[in-house]
């Protein structure tokens, strides 16, 4: 786990009660702010939840689940500025990154017009200036010089590292999520495991290195 101690938060939110959850947003050093519109995030999900079937999670806690699953890629972002996201579906991790990192700026891909109108008002209520979500696949998306391309579930893991290269700069990074250990990654592919309940999982990174 990544120890970064600048949390400001002193308070728990009533509606983030579960101990790994605070435990999580400390670790990575959200913010009050952060932590109230994550709440609200995850209010919105359930709503829409309901009726557009954005995840499989059903309840309050599986919803959280998922949002502290996506808090492990806050590490390889910082620093960063232009960030594309892609098969956003329900926001994870995208949306969390754009609230817990307001210097960033997330483009994300969703072609299906339910979910991109769910991201839509998330954008919105949130008032998140910083995530700009899309209806559209990749292989329509021209921009081709993010520093960070990352993707949650929407790929075979090894399949988005080689398309995720190429819509990154040289020196920037592809990211993944990674929930059984793979042995055929490319050689460079870096691993960073974590603890998600009972589970073991992984951040995989891999560095755009110019052919140049």
Wanted: hydrophobic fraction near 40%; include cysteine; aromatic fraction near 8%.
């Amino acid at each position: 786990m990544f120890g970064l101690d600048h949390c400001r938060s002193s308070r728990q939110p009533a509606d983030l009660r579960a101990s790994f959850v605070i435990e999580a947003l400390r670790s990575f050093g959200v913010t009050d702010s952060s932590i109230s519109n994550l709440s609200s995030f995850i209010d919105i999900f359930e709503k829409w939840n309901l009726s557009i079937n954005l995840s499989a999670a059903t309840s309050r806690a599986e919803i959280e689940t998922h949002v502290v699953d996506s808090l492990h890629v806050i590490p390889h972002l910082q620093g960063r500025r232009e960030v594309l996201d892609v098969g956003a579906g329900g926001g994870f991790p995208g949306v969390v990154a754009a609230i817990c990192l307001p210097t960033i700026r997330v483009t994300s891909l969703e072609p299906v017009h339910k979910k991109h109108a769910f991201l839509r008002t998330v954008a919105r209520e949130l008032r998140l200036s910083n995530f700009e979500p899309l209806t559209q696949r990749l292989e329509d998306h021209s921009k081709r010089d993010y520093d960070v391309a990352m993707s949650r579930a929407t790929f075979d893991l090894l399949e988005w590292l080689t398309l995720g290269s190429s819509y990154v700069a040289s020196g920037g990074v592809v990211i993944g999520f990674e929930a059984v250990p793979r042995t055929d990654l490319p050689p460079s592919t870096l691993r960073h495991s974590y603890a998600l309940g009972d589970r073991q999982r992984s951040i995989v990174t891999l560095v755009r290195i110019s052919s140049g």
